[in-house]
């Protein structure tokens, strides 16, 4: 009899320039959050299907970057809290780690936009100075 495994998230997979990686994976970070607040997903499987080594080990040695490594070590130590904390402690603690999680999401949506709005004004500056060259 086939047993059904959960779906796991490899980062590896992922293509792209860093910038749309960051992207994506805060993106997915906040469907993870969400999913988690409203009970869809559990502590435990989001380890199991994104929080997990490979994906760790990827942000910090492919990502390189200070939230998303926060991300990731905010998420891994989600299931724990159930473990040490009393129930409505871990539950309080919980949601405040999710807030925590969303609050870094979107500082990384937010700093990629205004890294392509500047690039983007770079290059009509750019554009703009080369128009005026050939015509002056």
């Not at 086939?2 to 992207?23: A, H």
């Not at 435990?44 to 929080?51: D, K, L």
């Not at 492919?62 to 904390?85: E, T, W, Y």
């Not at 999710?98 to 690039?119: D, F, P, Q, W």
Request: proline share 3%; with cysteine.
């Amino acid at each position: 009899m086939k047993q059904n495994y959960p779906f796991q998230i490899v980062l590896s997979d992922s293509r792209g320039k860093p910038t749309q990686q960051l992207e994506l994976f805060a993106l997915l970070n906040l469907g993870i959050a969400q999913s988690l607040a409203s009970g869809v997903l559990s502590a435990t499987e989001s380890i199991q299907r994104f929080y997990h080594a490979d994906n760790c080990l990827y942000v910090r040695k492919h990502l390189r970057n200070k939230q998303a490594n926060a991300i990731m070590s905010h998420g891994v130590q989600l299931p724990d809290l159930f473990d040490c904390l009393p129930a409505e402690e871990a539950q309080r603690e919980f949601f405040h780690e999710l807030e925590t999680i969303r609050s870094l999401c979107l500082k990384l949506l937010e700093k990629g936009r205004c890294l392509s709005v500047s690039n983007r004004d770079r290059i009509e500056l750019e554009r703009h100075e080369r128009h005026k060259g050939l015509s002056g």
